[in-house]
Every structure is written in C-alpha cells, then in structure tokens.
C-alpha cells in the first residue's frame, strides 16, 4: 500500500507542471500569448485598413457609338459646292477650304446634322435639340441593347458636350427620357474640348471609389448644329472642314460580380492642364468674327502646343507604364544631356513595349501624322485614328471610342493587352487613359459603328484628293 500511495504521488507532480514552475516561467507564457495576439489584431487592422481603403477597379461592360444615317452624308463634292454658294464673294476662303477638304483625311461617308444641308443653313435653338437626341438616344439605346442593362439601374450619369450648353442640361433631358430614378447622380461637362471624354472618365472613376455597388453612364459628345461658323475667316473655318457628327455611350460599374462580363478594365488617367501658360490658354478659342459670327479660332502654334502638353502628359505616364529597361535608358539620357552636358536628343521612350494598342484623338490628319512622329510609331499602330477619322470625320471627345471599336470590330483586341487612349481639348489640355482587356472580343459581335464598313477598311489614303 505505501508502494502504490508512492507511485501515485509520483505520478502526480509529474503529470501538473503548470503547478509546479515558477512564476516567472508562467510569466514568461503569459507575455507570450499577449504578444501574438497583439501582433495577430494588428496584423488583421491592417489587412481590414487596406481592403477597405484598396482602390476600387473600375470595369468597362460595353460601349456604344453613335452611327448617323446614311441620308445626312456629306461627300466631298458636296462640302465643296456648298463652300462656294455661302462664301461666294470670298474666292481665297474658297480656295482654302478646298485645300483643307482635299487634305484632310476624311472620306465620302462622314455626316452632319440636317440644318447644316441648307442653303443658307440657319441653325436654331430646336434643331440643336433635335441633333442631341438623335445621336445621345441612338448611342444609349445600343449601350442598353447590348449590356441588357435597365435605365432605373444606372446610379451616376455623366454627359460632356463642350459648345451646346441649354437649360434643363443634356443630362436632364437623358433622365427625363430613359425615367432614371431621382436620386440618380448627374452631372454635365460642358467648355472642356476634346479631351472632355476622358476627363468624364476620370470623373466617374473617382466617383466609383466612393460609391459601392454602382453602375455609371458616361456619354460624350459634340453637338454641331448650333457650332457651324458661317464667316469668312480662314482660321475658323477649319472646323466646318473636319468636325462631324458623333457620340458615344459607355458603361462602367465597380461591381466585382460583374468582372467576368467586362470588357476592359481601367488601369490609369492621367491629366496634363496647360492652362497657365497663356499661349496654351488661347490656342483655342470660341469668338467672334469682325462681322459678329461665332466660331472656334484655331492659332498657329496649335500643333506645338499640343506636342508640349503631350511631353508633360508622358513624363508622368511613362514611370508608370514602362518597362524598367526604357526608363533606365531615359534617365541615362536625361542625366548625360543635363549634368554632363552631352550633346544628345532627348530619348523617346518606346511605348510600343507598353501597350498593344493606340487610340489617338482624330482630330485631323496633321495631329495624327505630328503623334505617329513623336511616338515613334508604325501605320498599323495609328491605323484605327486614321480609318475613324476617315469614316467618320473629327468627332471631338467621342473619337477614341469609335477607334476603339474599330479595333474590335477587326478582331485584334485580345485579353491581356493594353491600348492607350490619347485626348487633346481647348485649355490647353492632354489626357490619357489606359484600359487593359479582360477578355478576348469577337469581331462585330454586335455590330456597332462599324458593322457594315469594317470589311473595306483599312482603305489607302492619298496625300491629296483633287476636288
């Protein structure tokens, strides 16, 4: 019995040594425990700090172009013709203008609002509104038919049109037509030029930071009823020989059940004002002629300015995009020509190694011509800007999305790649986007713009047509 009473005692200050340590053995398990479950929670604070605050990716579900009818084409004989009737007592306007038609890149099929085909044309306050319906209503209709989205659901609606600004906005009258709820969020962009697309963009890009859960709707557009300059000054004539009609409608959300039916997703914008520079700010102006007539002045030094703001807008771009090799050599480049005092060019970054595709804004043929020089590119690379502007003429802020959907409609968008968009407006500003596709897109798998053209295109231009 004492044998087995022994044992048992044995056993037992063996078997409980949490009893028997010290305290300062328990101590040290106790600080233990604290500190991984500090460290645990902090860790976890932080992971929950950073998924909360984390931007939210913004996804491109579709895009809709606005194709005008057939019966508003404007052919160059007919442009020319209707040039010599209202400016008849002006034989060097003439003379410039088809110099300009002849020039400009544009083909047989680019269209302009109704009025515009009178002689004289005499635009008004309702055909203005008549043409922002026909291209805005056309464009959403197709958006709403190919992403089957219903208007009710749409949260924040962005409209940019930068020289048609009436009370209610355009915005207003979307809403008005399509019934959107009343606490939709919208919003109307309007003096903002040509780059005014991505600019509407960015804004929805940041508005979807702050609003879970959300669809937005961003429509650019030119209205060019009420914008036609009907003077004698070379220099506003220039747009009544480039800008036609168009617009577009796209759809973005930040919803991540959505991501799988996305097109592309928003990778950047980056935006360049040169608006304190005041040979920038007065590049491109709406005035008036010595005979009252409104219109927009184009200066000369346009083209110089629009490659200043664009080496601005690529300085910031270019750390973000390039691979590390091409930023290498730029900095190597830089450093020689500033502190060693080399006498080098400046390096271009080849942006070829960072993107796949080129939406460059139609905005003539000399912008195209002056960019595919500074870039470095090939005609392939610039070939959408050419056929859009080709097609369908200068369409302002709307352009990048008819070359976009050029290329798509040829099949050459597939997942993975990346296409730049480059906008230039009146301020002066330079805008850029870039999109990365999340999935490979069918060839005019709904139609769009381009359905019925894309198989004559790409078409041979020739450096001059004679009229």
Not at 147 to 161: A, E, F, M, R, Y
Not at 336 to 352: C, E, N, T, V
Request: charged share 20%.
């Amino acid at each position: 019995m004492l044998n087995l009473a022994k044992q048992s005692y044995d056993y037992l200050t063996i078997s409980t040594p949490s009893f028997q340590q010290s305290p300062f053995h328990l101590l040290n398990h106790l600080s233990f425990i604290h500190l991984l479950t500090f460290s645990s929670l902090t860790i976890i604070s932080i992971l929950i700090f950073y998924i909360l605050n984390k931007p939210k990716t913004v996804y491109l579900l579709d895009f809709a172009c606005f194709k005008p009818p057939p019966v508003l084409r404007v052919p160059h004989a007919t442009a020319a013709e209707h040039g010599r009737i209202i400016l008849a007592s002006q034989p060097k306007s003439i003379a410039f203008q088809v110099k300009i038609f002849e020039r400009s890149g544009l083909g047989e099929e680019t269209c302009l609002p109704h009025p515009l085909h009178y002689l004289p044309p005499n635009p008004n306050m309702i055909d203005a509104r008549d043409e922002s319906q026909l291209v805005i209503f056309s464009a959403m209709d197709s958006l709403l038919r190919k992403t089957g989205l219903n208007p009710k659901d749409i949260d924040i609606l962005i409209v940019n049109c930068s020289l048609f600004s009436p009370t209610p906005s355009i915005s207003a009258m979307v809403v008005n037509k399509y019934k959107m709820r009343s606490n939709v969020k919208s919003f109307n962009f309007s003096g903002m030029g040509c780059s005014a697309g991505l600019i509407s963009i960015d804004f929805a890009k940041n508005l979807l930071q702050v609003h879970p859960e959300s669809y937005a709707v961003v429509i650019s557009t030119e209205i060019i009823t009420p914008n036609s300059y009907l003077g004698k000054e070379r220099s506003m004539l220039l747009p009544n020989c480039l800008f036609r009609m168009g617009g577009a409608a796209i759809l973005l959300t930040n919803k991540r059940s959505q991501r799988k039916h996305a097109k592309y997703s928003l990778l950047h914008v980056i935006r360049t004002h040169k608006g304190s520079d005041e040979k920038s700010y007065r590049c491109v102006t709406q005035e008036e002629d010595k005979e009252g007539h409104v219109g927009i002045a184009l200066n000369l030094d346009l083209m110089t300015i629009a490659a200043n703001s664009l080496t601005a807008n690529i300085s910031t771009i270019g750390p973000i995009v390039l691979p590390a090799s091409e930023q290498l050599v730029f900095v190597l480049n830089f450093l020689g020509r500033k502190f060693l005092k080399l006498d080098l060019k400046p390096y271009i970054p080849d942006f070829k190694k960072a993107f796949d595709h080129f939406c460059i804004h139609a905005g003539g043929r000399a912008v195209i011509d002056e960019l595919q020089k500074n870039l470095r590119l090939s005609s392939e690379h610039v070939e959408a800007s050419r056929m859009a502007l080709h097609r369908f003429g200068n369409t302002s802020s709307s352009s990048l999305w008819y070359e976009l959907g050029y290329i798509e409609a040829k099949g050459r968008m597939k997942k993975g790649d990346r296409a730049w968009q480059i906008g230039f407006g009146s301020g002066f500003k330079c805008n850029s986007a870039v999109w990365k596709c999340n999935r490979d897109i069918e060839a005019n798998k709904n139609g769009g713009a381009w359905a019925d053209c894309i198989h004559r295109y790409p078409v041979n231009e020739p450096d001059v047509i004679k009229l």
